[in-house]
């Protein structure tokens, strides 16, 4: 039970900070079916009292750990999951898979990338039934173990992108500053497209849908509707107007932005942070340069002008950018 409540703690933690919306992954009631595979899954709890509790979500979470940050809300959490506590639920077919198959992945995972799993001597997994169908603490340069939470329903692609999720995503967010993104699609891509590829094709277990591709695809009519009345019930769907920051990604009208490159990313970040002033050609420089690069102001007024370019093809208008002659640029 105890396992459960984090879950749900991190989970609602999410909801109210839109991160499962701006991203456009549906929050349905349970139980799990095929449609809802790579949804968010919650209990049928009442809406107006997890509500009357939103102040004890926006406490300030470590991201990537799954710890209910003290006993008033777990025990909250606890009196409001309790009905929910003996329900009965299928077996996780995903466990009976990973002891039969689990040695020859680390195995290939560790051909792929050794310098990664080589530290680790513990990979443990918590069997929950809601929640995203996969997640994972985010595993530091210290750390030796591994800690998974995995949906009843989850498949062999979701343990196997938690693990890969768990073992590159602190450098990639903190040394390369990817976004989510670009982080999901790097996993993704060591399933599909390396010696992992074979070896999910060699146990059966090659039929799966991403995370992102379902995203694109869409989830249909019912799920949307459903998620769209949570989101209601629960207040969350405001949407800000214009550029704004939130968890380190930048947004426009409430939709992440995608596609810029790592200096593109940090200058717009600059802007949308100094709204208010000018973010002169000095700045840009250090935020963009090499070291072994040399200033000039071509070079920066180049870097802005893609950047421009590409929100233009984006929907969004390169007017947002002003320039301020002899000086740098702000935003309008």
Not at 246 to 275: D, H, Q, W
Request: aromatic share 10%; glycine share 6%; hydrophobic share 40%.
């Amino acid at each position: 039970m105890e396992t459960e409540i984090r879950r749900i703690y991190i989970t609602f933690v999410k909801i109210y900070r839109s991160y499962f919306r701006l991203r456009d992954i549906p929050v349905v009631y349970s139980p799990a079916t095929e449609q809802k595979k790579n949804t968010v899954i919650i209990p049928k709890i009442d809406l107006e009292e997890m509500n009357r509790m939103r102040p004890l979500f926006e406490h300030k979470t470590e991201p990537y750990r799954f710890e209910v940050p003290n006993k008033v809300i777990q025990e909250k959490l606890m009196n409001i999951y309790q009905p929910f506590h003996n329900s009965v639920f299928p077996d996780a077919p995903i466990i009976n898979e990973w002891s039969r198959h689990g040695k020859l992945i680390l195995k290939t995972i560790d051909e792929i990338i050794p310098q990664k799993l080589k530290k680790i001597k513990t990979i443990v997994i918590f069997l929950t039934h809601f929640g995203t169908r996969a997640s994972f603490e985010l595993c530091k340069p210290n750390d030796t173990k591994i800690t998974i939470y995995l949906r009843t329903d989850a498949q062999m692609y979701d343990l196997v992108f938690s693990i890969l999720s768990s073992l590159l995503r602190h450098d990639l967010l903190k040394r390369h500053h990817n976004t989510w993104e670009e982080a999901q699609l790097l996993a993704d891509w060591f399933i599909s497209d390396t010696k992992l590829a074979t070896v999910f094709k060699e146990i059966g277990c090659d039929d799966y849908k991403t995370l992102l591709s379902n995203i694109r695809v869409g989830y249909g009519r019912e799920i949307s509707q459903e998620s769209k009345k949570i989101y209601e019930a629960l207040e969350i769907g405001r949407v800000e107007t214009g550029f704004f920051l939130l968890n380190g990604e930048v947004l426009y009208k409430g939709k992440m932005i995608s596609g810029l490159s790592f200096g593109e990313n940090r200058i717009l970040t600059a802007l949308i942070e100094n709204k208010e002033g000018v973010l002169t050609y000095e700045v840009i420089g250090d935020l963009v340069l090499q070291k072994e690069e040399k200033f000039s102001l071509y070079s920066i007024s180049k870097r802005v002008q893609r950047l421009r370019d590409k929100l233009e093809e984006m929907g969004i208008g390169k007017h947002h950018i002003q320039t301020v002659r002899g000086v740098g640029f702000r935003m309008k």
